[in-house]
């Protein structure tokens, strides 16, 4: 035996947490699906029943919450579909550095409020809101 210790440090993640399996079937419209490794919130989802041997498909239209770009998706509905663990957190603004692009609201001593969503190790002010004198 040594008395040399070894340290290991893992650059490498599952993401196990950053999704979860969901039932393609159970998945409903403004629910979050993955598709093509992206986060999106489905716009439109239909069920197609196929021949007599035949699983029916579910047909998911979803829009990626970061970029806005527009996915679809065919997936069998017994089949399990990768579902981010999104969430939305609210932040009172105090002060904005220099490159800040909430500038024009922020210097007319408004009191505002920035709703920042995240998901699978991405985030992004999605939202700003004026709130009045308590």
Do not use: W
């Not at 489905?42 to 970029?67: L, M, P, Q, R």
């Not at 997936?75 to 579902?83: E, G, I, K, L, T």
């Not at 904005?96 to 210097?107: C, H, Q, R, T, V």
């Not at 920042?116 to 939202?127: L, P, T």
């Amino acid at each position: 035996m040594s008395d040399e210790e070894h340290h290991f440090e893992s650059k490498a993640d599952a993401g196990a947490s950053k999704t979860y399996p969901q039932q393609a079937g159970t998945i409903r419209k403004n629910g979050y699906i993955v598709i093509k490794g992206r986060p999106c919130k489905v716009v439109e989802v239909s069920t197609s029943k196929t021949g007599k041997h035949g699983h029916a498909k579910c047909h998911f239209v979803a829009i990626d919450i970061f970029n806005a770009k527009k996915l679809e998706d065919i997936v069998p509905s017994s089949h399990n579909c990768d579902v981010p663990h999104v969430n939305r957190t609210d932040y009172q603004l105090i002060d904005i550095s220099e490159d800040g692009f909430i500038k024009d609201g922020f210097a007319e001593g408004k009191d505002l409020v920035v709703s920042v969503m995240s998901a699978m190790g991405e985030e992004q002010i999605c939202a700003l809101k004026e709130i009045g004198p308590k």
